[in-house]
């Protein structure tokens, strides 16, 4: 069989499994009043669809413009500051400034600061013609520090009660999606997969290096930009949507580049988009109806993920050869 024809079996299985945990997420066991159980899993669903998209798009991304396959986005900080600008507002406000009646004006929030940040970073570190990743990614490291030193400050400073009702948004949270936020951020989710899909031919492109892209005709500073300001809408709208998720991202890309055998984006975009909605969709079902939303999804998610970033880390040391 043709290689192509692989790859297209491949993702129509995965389109397959996404549509069955989306089927079995929304119709299994409802309750006689089902128009509103229907409804709340609908845009619970929606959600989860929305950060699968968003996270496995900026991973893969964010990978092939900086040549390695270990990073993710999250190097940049945006975890760190999102925890740090959820610490700030009960340090200065309290817990009402995180109460749902604030969600529309706090996600507004979230967002403008975090894009704006990647803006000024990005503005900071490429003028002069400069396009250097490498210092790019040592300055989002070292901002993640700062945030989450600033964050570990106000913590022990706010009241005991108040810190421990503040744990809960330090982790992704994907049983409940406020409806007004869902239809903003799959509007922005929607923007910025058109444009990435756009330019799947340019990406293939800039993974044969800065040199042989400009000698191809490729402006790599404009495109590298552009692709980072996409990536900090997706991260940020996600992270402000459910929550920060570390290391997701690095397993839904990598089981695409396993599966899909090629380096070509319009096979590993696809594919890593639709493992990440049939393991989130497949996940939250499995919980709900097997362990009762005992174990948090997100905790399991990042448990794996964090493992699959020690075996990477591991292998590309050549520690396991």
């Known amino acids: ?10 993702l129509s299985i995965l389109l397959v499994l996404a549509l069955v945990s989306l089927g079995l997420f929304l119709a299994w066991d409802l309750p006689k009043a089902w128009q509103w159980a229907l409804e709340r899993r609908a845009y619970i ?34 975890d760190a500051l999102y925890i740090l600008l959820q610490t700030a507002l009960v340090y200065f406000f309290g817990l009402s400034a995180l ?7 706090l996600f507004a929030v979230e967002v403008g600061i975090m894009v704006g940040f990647a803006i000024l970073l990005y503005a900071l570190m490429f003028r002069g013609g400069r396009t250097s990743l490498d210092l790019l990614l040592l300055v989002g490291i070292v901002f993640g520090v700062f945030f989450r030193s600033v964050s570990s400050l106000l913590q022990r400073l706010i009241d005991p009660g108040l810190h421990a009702a503040l744990q809960d ?6 049983s409940y999606v406020d409806k007004n936020l869902l239809w903003v951020t799959t509007a922005l989710t929607i923007g910025c997969a058109a444009v990435m899909w756009r330019k799947r031919r340019i990406y293939d492109t800039l993974l044969l290096g800065r040199d042989i892209s400009l000698n191809l005709g490729i402006n790599y500073r404009r495109e590298v930009i552009i692709t980072l300001v996409l990536i900090a809408v997706l991260v940020s709208s996600s992270t402000a949507l459910v929550g920060p998720v570390l290391f997701f991202g690095l397993l839904v890309a990598h089981l695409s580049y396993q599966l899909m055998r090629t380096d070509r984006h319009a ?4 594919g890593a988009v639709l493992i990440g909605i049939t393991a989130l969709l497949a996940g939250q079902f499995i919980l709900g109806q097997v362990f009762a939303f005992n174990t948090a999804l997100s905790i399991i998610i990042e448990l794996f993920g964090g493992l699959a970033f020690l075996y990477l880390l591991l292998r590309k040391g050549g520690i396991n050869k």
């Not at 669809?49 to 993710?72: E, K, M, Y």
Request: overall charge positive; cysteine-free.
């Open 45 to 78: 669903a929606g959600g989860l669809i929305v950060v699968a998209t968003s996270i496995g798009l900026s991973t893969v991304l964010f990978q092939t413009i900086t040549a390695n396959r270990i990073l993710t986005p999250s190097l940049m900080g945006f």
């Open 1 to 10: 069989m043709h290689a192509n024809h692989k790859r297209t079996l491949t």
């Open 99 to 105: 109460s749902p009646w604030e969600a529309r004006g």
């Open 169 to 174: 948004r330090f982790f992704a949270n994907f």
């Open 267 to 270: 096979w590993t975009l696809p």
